[in-house]
């Protein structure tokens, strides 16, 4: 008599649905385990399979079955049927394709690289709110990339220090100044005081620069915390609020964009513990999967770092992340993503972030082009002549760049970035 039955939900000439989720992980068995068995474990765990053979099962519990359908090495594509899931419900997803399975004893390691969501599913999805025409319009800013930077330290500054590196930064010429994910309401710095004091200098810099100026403010905390933080920044007439989306849930954030959305308000994810599962590259999740659920349930934005700053990443991945978030189709690009047409689902902004200065700007719009938000922070408030500097000198790279000029070409009429080429020059931050 047969003890298990995951051979079962593997079929390697079974075609899918168009209707069905597919999913594509990395898996490495265990000792003794064969390739098949341990993808048939895969399939079984996350849908309707135990670890042993029932006494009764109804007929219908066959057409519910996930299936491995290509083993390619430690490759596996898997196919779950659309009646599996809850409609609109992102968590129930996730706690089924990357839940309990990567706890599995069978598996080494184990990794959810893409998963190709099909229109009936993604239909019950909002989306973002604005996609990036409308987040253009909102900041009348065309034809360049969308610019801001963290107050650095990312913590420690009271609510008017803060305020204060806010309006240097905003009269340097940068749309965003943006708090980082580790300051939310501190007792050297109130969100209350904050929100107050920076909507008066982005008042001052938006009258004395006629641009529209703001920030992303972080509201992070329990659902009903992050809801009248939102609440606030409305009052104030902020059109943004950030939130650290890993650590607050998929569920908060989708509560969150709703709740935003009615007020007219921007979400900027904040992707912090992001590498706690997407930085091995043999076990977790990716950061392209966790880019394409935070688009699905409505960020405007989410971090996608540089290749060329300080965080880990390479310039393939980051380019996959930013047409995952900007483009109404995505095409599978080898073993690192899927096919995705998103529908009604509209578009999201690329961040770049992280180690960045003047002199590292033209490798990243090399890489983005000019469809994204290019974070500064630390390479415009170490300008030896200061933020207001610091802003410029970042401006004017974006403009060599632009002009199809070098750096150094561009030094020679532009004083501020002169003077960040000879701190910085090409310097790529380990």
């Known amino acids: 008599m047969a003890i298990d039955w995951y051979m079962d939900f593997v079929d390697l000439g079974y075609e899918p649905e168009k209707n069905e989720i597919i999913c594509l992980y990395y898996f490495e068995p265990a000792e003794g385990i064969s390739r098949e068995e341990a993808a048939g474990r895969i399939a079984s765990e996350s849908s309707t399979g135990t670890w042993t053979t029932l006494h009764t099962l109804?007929?219908?519990?066959?057409?519910?079955?996930?299936?491995?359908?290509?083993?390619?090495?430690?490759?596996?594509?898997?196919?779950?049927?659309?009646?599996?899931?809850?409609?609109?419900?992102?968590?129930?997803?996730?706690?089924?394709?990357?839940?309990?399975?990567?706890?599995?004893?069978?598996?080494?390691?184990?990794?959810?690289?893409?998963a190709t969501l099909p229109a009936e599913y993604i239909r019950h999805f909002k989306g973002p709110h604005f996609g990036n025409e409308g987040i253009r319009k909102l900041m009348n800013v065309?034809?360049?990339?969308?610019?801001?930077?963290?107050?650095?330290?990312?913590?420690?500054?009271?609510?008017?220090?803060?305020?204060?590196?806010?309006?240097?930064?905003?009269?340097?010429?940068?749309?965003?100044?943006?708090?980082?994910?580790?300051?939310?309401?501190?007792?050297f710095n109130r969100f209350d005081d904050r929100v107050d004091l920076m909507a008066r200098m982005r008042n001052k810099a938006e009258q004395e620069t006629g641009e529209i100026k703001s920030a992303f403010i972080n509201i992070t905390g329990d659902t009903e915390i992050m809801e009248k933080r939102a609440a606030l920044l409305a009052e104030y007439g902020w059109n943004y609020a950030m939130i650290d989306v890993v650590v607050a849930g998929t569920a908060a954030v989708m509560t969150l964009r709703d709740f935003c959305s009615d007020l007219g308000i921007a979400i900027h994810a904040h992707r912090a513990m992001h590498a706690a599962f997407d930085r091995n590259?043999?076990?977790?999740?990716?950061?392209?999967?966790?880019?394409?659920?935070?688009?699905?349930?409505?960020?405007?934005?989410?971090?996608?770092?540089?290749?060329?700053?300080?965080?880990?990443?390479?310039?393939?991945?980051?380019?996959?992340?930013?047409?995952?978030?900007?483009?109404?189709?995505?095409?599978?690009?080898?073993?690192?993503?899927?096919?995705?047409?998103?529908?009604?689902?509209?578009?999201?902004?690329?961040?770049?972030?992280?180690?960045?200065?003047?002199?590292?700007?033209?490798?990243?719009?090399?890489?983005?082009?000019?469809?994204?938000?290019?974070?500064?922070?630390?390479?415009?408030?170490?300008?030896?002549?200061?933020?207001?500097?610091?802003?410029r000198a970042a401006i004017q790279a974006m403009e060599a760049w632009k002009d199809g000029i070098t750096l150094e070409e561009k030094a020679r009429t532009s004083r501020e970035l002169a003077a960040a080429l000879g701190k910085w020059g090409h310097y790529r931050p380990k």
């Not at 065309?142 to 610019?147: D, K």
């Not at 801001?148 to 803060?162: L, M």
Request: hydrophobic share 40%; charged share 20%.
């Open 142 to 187: 065309h034809g360049r990339p969308l610019t801001g930077a963290v107050p650095k330290p990312k913590i420690g500054f009271s609510a008017q220090e803060h305020a204060e590196i806010g309006y240097d930064t905003w009269m340097g010429g940068f749309d965003f100044v943006k708090d980082d994910e580790n300051l939310t309401s501190t007792a």
């Open 281 to 391: 590259p043999e076990h977790g999740i990716t950061m392209q999967f966790l880019a394409k659920i935070m688009r699905l349930v409505g960020v405007s934005q989410i971090h996608t770092g540089t290749a060329v700053g300080k965080l880990a990443g390479t310039r393939q991945e980051s380019a996959v992340l930013a047409d995952i978030l900007r483009q109404e189709r995505t095409r599978g690009v080898g073993r690192i993503a899927l096919d995705q047409d998103w529908g009604h689902i509209k578009t999201a902004f690329p961040v770049a972030s992280g180690g960045l200065h003047p002199g590292l700007v033209p490798d990243v719009l090399d890489i983005y082009g000019t469809e994204l938000v290019l974070l500064i922070s630390g390479g415009i408030h170490g300008h030896p002549d200061g933020t207001r500097s610091g802003a």
């Open 58 to 114: 109804p007929p219908r519990m066959r057409d519910l079955q996930a299936t491995v359908f290509e083993i390619d090495g430690n490759y596996v594509k898997i196919s779950y049927p659309l009646a599996l899931w809850d409609e609109g419900n992102a968590p129930q997803l996730l706690s089924g394709i990357a839940g309990n399975i990567f706890g599995m004893k069978a598996l080494l390691n184990l990794r959810l690289i893409d």
